[in-house]
C-alpha cells in the first residue's frame, strides 16, 4: 500500500509563493509519474502539473511560467513551487503517484490567496 502525504499549503497574498510537497511510502513500490491537481469549490478537479521518473515536465496553461514541479527521486517526493499566486489558484491542491498500475491520492493541502 502507498501512502501520500502533502504539506505545504496555506494562506498567502496575491504575487506570494508557496511550495508544496507530497511524500510517497510504503514497502516494496516504485513510483512512476507523479502529479498535482486542483479541485476550488464548484469546480472538477484539474491537472496542474505532472512529471515522470525521468523528470518530463507538463502544465495547465493557466500556471506556466509561475508554478514548477520537481521531484526527488530518492525521497519519492513530489514538489510545486508556485510563484506569482493569484486568486484564481485558491484551491485544495492534490498530489497523485502511480505504481504497478494503480494511482493512489493523497488528502489534500488547502492553498489560499488573498486578493
Known amino acids: 500500500q502507498v501512502q501520500l502525504v502533502e504539506s505545504g499549503g496555506g494562506l498567502v497574498q496575491a504575487g506570494g509563493s508557496l511550495r508544496l510537497s507530497c511524500q510517497a511510502s510504503g514497502t516494496g513500490f516504485s513510483v512512476g509519474v507523479m502529479e498535482w491537481y486542483r479541485q476550488a469549490p464548484g469546480n472538477q478537479r484539474e491537472l496542474v502539473a505532472s512529471i515522470t521518473y525521468y523528470k518530463a515536465t507538463k502544465y495547465a496553461d493557466s500556471v506556466k511560467g509561475r508554478f514548477t514541479i520537481s521531484r526527488d527521486n530518492a525521497k519519492n517526493t513530489v514538489y510545486l513551487q508556485m510563484n506569482d499566486l493569484k486568486p484564481e489558484d485558491t484551491a485544495v491542491y492534490y498530489c497523485?503517484?502511480?505504481?504497478?498500475?494503480?494511482?493512489?491520492w493523497g488528502q489534500g493541502t488547502q492553498v489560499t490567496v488573498s486578493s
Open positions: 497523485n503517484a502511480a505504481s504497478r498500475g494503480t494511482v493512489y
